[in-house]
């Protein structure tokens, strides 16, 4: 099997460095003297002006990767609590949500998933339906992602298991960098595995930070059946549509793909019976996924389930990862990064800067139609992401502010903010976008060009299908504008 590097395989958060790093320090130095000196416009209170400041300071720490977000958000939460913004308890409350526990639940389930490679027999089996036809195994491939998302909740983490096959595929069937197969399979993994995130309020951080947000920001509470009849129906018609998308953009040199099929079915030999480990593994899946469907008849809500099941993984009989293993797998800096964003979206509501943005806004955009509202700011979200290295910064940063501007306007909030996670989430633009764009270009069977090529299609029909949810498919839900 083909060696992937697992150092080439990121968080969600990534770094860059470079000659300029000092300018987001300026920024953010001169935001804050700004907010501490400057005139005030009516309406706005000195906390307000700070709030504002940190916000801005914090999307463009984000936006700029020129540090880890986590460590931004510390500093910015020091800040506000310092300057009154917040006291430090009210800071620090977005810790203490349940959803916080719930991003350590998937973390740990994802690590057990790929520890007894329980994911990537499910990959193989999928693929090996398709036969050796070029066409099928895309869309088994990008089926493959659709179904690892119930059963490992991170796109690095679907990445991690489906780029060796792919990898062992391309090499069995003799592609080279440049093939047009291999552009499809690679580039389709990486728009597959980000989408598919949006489909499940546990397939990635950033849908959990949604979830937790619109709990405390609009005291609602989503369940995992709720989420998943709202967005996976739209994940599944992107995926069919990204297939015809991919064979467009990038045809196959020819039909069958012999060695490829020949590939996947020695895997799976040599893979042999279910193990023990897979065994447990499954039945502990199994478990949770039971318990978030009918847990809620018993009032077990969707965190409490994870966490029944992470602590099952690691019970004497059960024992498919050690504390210490599991301990390991939790990436705090993620955990940080979400309490912090939820403390951003209290600073802004409690110092009544959001009431004031709303207001500046509306002496600009007049309480639109919410045709108008989506209109605008679909394609707006779009383009503010191609400037985020990842997804849950540029969730945690707009999610707080669309939601304040719809309370403006006269819009359903959460509405709005269905129409955010839909179009803020995934990114097709640019690799950078995505650590699982990064992952796959670093291979170089594509370029940037050929990125881009396929992802503006892509995002245009990511768009109609927003408003097509938006306008069409919500509304039989109850969620109306």
């Known amino acids: 099997m083909p060696a992937v590097d697992q150092s ?8 860059t460095t470079g000659r300029f790093t000092w300018i987001p320090w300026a920024a953010f130095v001169l935001f804050f003297l700004i907010a501490a000196a400057a005139p005030l416009p009516e309406g706005l209170s000195r906390s307000g002006a700070y709030a504002l400041a940190a916000l801005a300071s914090a999307v463009l720490f984000w936006a700029s990767g020129v540090q880890d977000p986590s460590l931004t958000g510390l500093l910015i939460l020091t800040i506000i609590s310092l300057l009154d913004v917040l006291s430090f308890s009210d800071a620090i409350a977005g810790f203490g949500t349940e959803f916080v526990w719930l991003l350590v639940v998937t973390f740990i389930v994802a690590q057990g998933m790929m520890d007894v490679g329980l994911g990537r027999r499910v990959a193989l089996g999928i693929l090996r339906l398709a036969g050796g036809r070029s066409s099928r195994v895309l869309l088994a491939l990008l089926g493959s992602v659709v179904v690892l998302s119930f059963m490992v909740p991170t796109a690095a983490g679907r990445i991690s298991m489906l780029l060796p096959v792919c990898l062992g595929i391309v090499e069995a069937a003799g592609l080279r960098p440049g093939s047009s197969f291999a552009k499809a399979m690679l580039i389709g993994t990486s728009y597959a595995s980000i989408m598919a995130g949006t489909g499940l ?3 990635a951080g950033a849908t959990v930070y949604a979830a937790g947000a619109f709990e405390n920001l609009l005291g609602l509470r989503w369940a995992y059946l709720g989420w998943m009849a709202a ?18 953009a990038f045809p ?25 480990p897979e065994r447990k593994m499954l039945a502990v899946f199994l478990a949770i996924m039971a318990l978030w469907i009918f847990g809620p008849r018993w009032g077990i809500t969707t965190p409490q389930a994870g966490m029944i099941g992470a602590v099952a993984l690691m019970l004497p009989g059960i024992r498919v990862l050690s ?10 800096n993620v955990i940080i990064l979400f309490g912090v964003s939820l403390a951003l979206a209290n600073a802004l509501e409690k110092s009544g800067a959001g009431t004031w943005l709303t207001d500046a806004t509306l002496q600009v955009i007049d309480r639109p139609s919410p045709v108008t509202a989506v209109v605008l700011l679909a394609p707006l979200v779009m383009l503010i992401r191609v400037g985020f290295v990842n997804n849950l910064g540029m969730i945690a ?45 670093g291979y170089e069977y594509y370029t940037i060009r050929d990125y881009m090529r396929s992802g503006v299609v892509a995002s245009v029909v990511l768009l109609i299908l927003t408003g097509l949810a938006a306008f069409f498919y919500w509304p039989l839900l109850g969620y109306r504008p």
Not at 403 to 410: D, N, P, S
Not at 429 to 441: F, N
């Open 8 to 15: 080439r395989i990121p968080a969600d958060e990534a770094v």
């Open 201 to 203: 309020v546990t397939a």
């Open 231 to 248: 967005f996976f129906p739209a994940v599944i018609a992107f995926e069919l549509l990204l297939w015809r998308i991919l064979l467009w």
């Open 252 to 276: 196959p040199e020819r039909a069958d793909l012999a060695g490829g099929a020949e590939y996947v079915r020695d895997e799976l030999a040599r893979m042999g019976a279910l193990s023990v």
């Open 323 to 332: 504390w210490e293993r599991a301990l390991a797998s939790v990436r705090w």
């Open 397 to 441: 940063a707009g999610l707080p502010v669309a939601i304040t501007l719809a309370k403006g306007w006269g819009v359903d909030p959460l509405w709005v903010g269905m129409v955010v996670v839909m179009t803020a989430g995934p990114g097709f633009l640019l690799p950078t976008q995505t650590p699982t764009g990064m992952i796959t270009m």
